[in-house]
């Protein structure tokens, strides 16, 4: 196995131009789960240096694309480059650029906080000085100290998020793909990790998000995809795809599915 | 909650027994309707799990054709030693021994498997109900019908009706009143032994551990061991430990049907009276226990430690190998899952090192060596699904399926190697034949790293279900207990005939005593374990990085 990645950390790339090369491009994307269609011919292009978001309502297919694209979940059919790396051909290869914070998975939680994050650090090949190193940094980065030494499993929602992202961080990728990065996150930490997210792709590394989020999205992301019932709606830099109105304003429009009561009588507080 | 917004029948009266249509419904459940619901969760859960797992399906039809074999064969001997030998008092004193034995054997395989299996049905778990109106008793009824209504309940209870074919006259009616109180002895008892290791296991408090062993200990060995003393003392020593047996607390109900047809109606009575006072005592302790259960929150994650404490992390080779070895070693002593094996491996060896010594035959200490060498790689046969989709996060990074392979029998190797060591040498010092060590070692060595070659790829393959903590109540692992014991054989049998050389080998230096054929037993035993553990390796780390993202997804569907 060679020791180092073909790429380097945080690899040198160009801002996010109309013309960037693509950090990760999906083509034809396609995924059923026995007769359910999950994902349904996704197309998509996230260019090197931006910050994209993907956002879309429950069962839109989100996750679905988001472990299609990192090598977790294998597609029936289509492509997934990263940085020109096919994921499905040789996903070692496209698995050490790619940071991945998965949703609705579990961590392996009976290791302290710190304990994952080396783990995972020694697991992409850095020495144990490195990881060690990065893993206080990422701590420190995160609020996470004072729960360096405590098992994962005593975290809250919120710090697992937290861990995981560290976990994702730790072999400073070239594309982060974060499902969901800031559920059950406090607003301080919120944003102390936007501040992070926002750095990274200033840097030249790539993000990319799914959230509920419309407002988050539209104030942090500078590209972003709306998909629904498994295929994109609309895709591009946010200003595109919102036009004139809000984000959340456009999507409702495209999705649909506003209803207009207050539930059923027996929902009503008395 | 308003009453009388819903209309309908009147909730508690009107449940029929089947209790059906009841969703909308408000106020309590009846208890019939309730125990009905429960059941038809279980079986609810315990179909969809099959149906969605074919494999799964298979392990639990094979498991079942055993179980029925068995109890066929229990059933057949039952009615022979009926026929055989006419009334004559020996033929009476063979039948009553015989009863005596099977019904220990039989109540004690019950509160053995929860110990050992930790694969174990738990449905209707009352940590993961305690968030439902539901009372103890109601639980602890469901559970006991649940155990009485799947495969191994039914054959047992058919087996304990059987035993009245043994008997002639009074004595049947006698056998068939007794096998009630005696298949609920069974069931209630591996209840409360699955419940006593779990919160053993889960507690953070070291103290109530040793004495939830200690009381085990106390209640499954003291009465046995004491019969044997005191039989060894008899004239006819195994008759006599026998004769003693008959009125230790877990033998003495299938003990009355014998008593009444040898013509001793009142010490029958006794033994009934006694019989229904363990029941009662053992339904007593497990209520005590499920109440303590409900009381703690979930499976205690392990203490925490000082920033910069890495656990076996620090000395690891700084590789993904040594990463997920590291892992690995960390889990076996923070997840009660692993750490139920270092709890009852040391038991099982002193026991039998214990009896070797008290029945004067060595070659129970002498193979207890082997025995757990082949034992303890089987904790890694779940080693998949006991990571659950965390195993995701070593998806994510380009660590390669022999990396994963090498990490996690490093991990198993560390602590089964030095321990069967260790048992070997204690095993054999304790008889005084320590001149053995080397085709012990040998046979130990070929079982050990075959086991560990047979798991590399059957791990691989299989995805069994296990218990998760703090998960969906309702995700079951139903039908869990007879897959991982199903595929426990499997392995067993596999990894026994891929040794058969160096066992052979072993096997035929301790009958001839030759010095050589020992040194040789053992140079054989490494290279073929060494040599099955490679090619292991190879094969399930191919299977691995092939099979990877649908390994995921069936930890997905299983679990989480």
Redesign the interface.
Known sequence: MPAESPTGPAGPAGPAGPDAPLALELRGLRKSFGAQVAVDGIDLAVPAGSFFGLVGPNGAGKTTTLSMATGLLRPDAGAVRVHGLDVWADPLAAKRVIGNLADGVELFDRLTGEQLIVYTGMLFGLDRATAAGRASDLLDLLDLTTSAGSPVSDYSAGMRKKIGLAAALVHSPRLLVLDEPFESVDPVSAANIRDILTGFARSGGTVVVSSHSMDLVQRMCDHVAIVAGGRVLAAGSVDEVRGPGTLEDRFLQLVGGRRHDEGPEWLRGS | MAAG?LTGPGPAAASGPGGPGERGATGPLSERATLALLLRLRFQVLRNTLRANVLQLVLVILGGVQGSIVAVLAIVGLVALGLLGGDTAGALETRQRTIVVGGLVLTLGWMIVPLITSGVENTLDPRRLARFPLRVGTLLRAQVLVGLTWIPGILTALVALATAAVWRGPAVAVALLCAVPGVLICVVGSRLAASLISTAIASRRIGLRVAVAVVALAVLVLPIGGAIVIGMRAPEPVGGAVDALAWSPLAVIWTAPGLVAEGRPASAVLAIALGLIVLAVLVLAWRASVIATTRTTG?A???????????P??WMP???A???A??SL??WF??TRYTRQLVVVPLMPALLILWARIIDQPALAIGVAPLVAGLLPLTMFAGLSY????F?????????GR?DRVGRTAAIALIAGPATLVIALVGLGVVGRVDLLPPVLGMSAAVLLGALGVIAVSSALVVVPVPRTGRNPFAGSAGAGMTSIVGSYAVTGITGLLALPALGLGIAAIIIGAGWLGWLALAVGVIEGVALLIVGVRMGGGLLDRRG??I??RL?STG?
Do not use: K
Not at chain 2, 387 to 390: L, S
Not at chain 2, 392 to 400: C, D, E, R
């Open positions: 917004q499976d994650g392990g203490r925490s430690v000082a920033a910069g404490r890495l656990g992390l620090r700084a590789t993904p040594g990463a997920i590291a892992r960390a889990y923070r997840d990571d659950g989709t965390a995701a996060g070593q998806l994510m990074s380009p660590a390669t990396d993202p649908e995921l997804a997905r989480a």
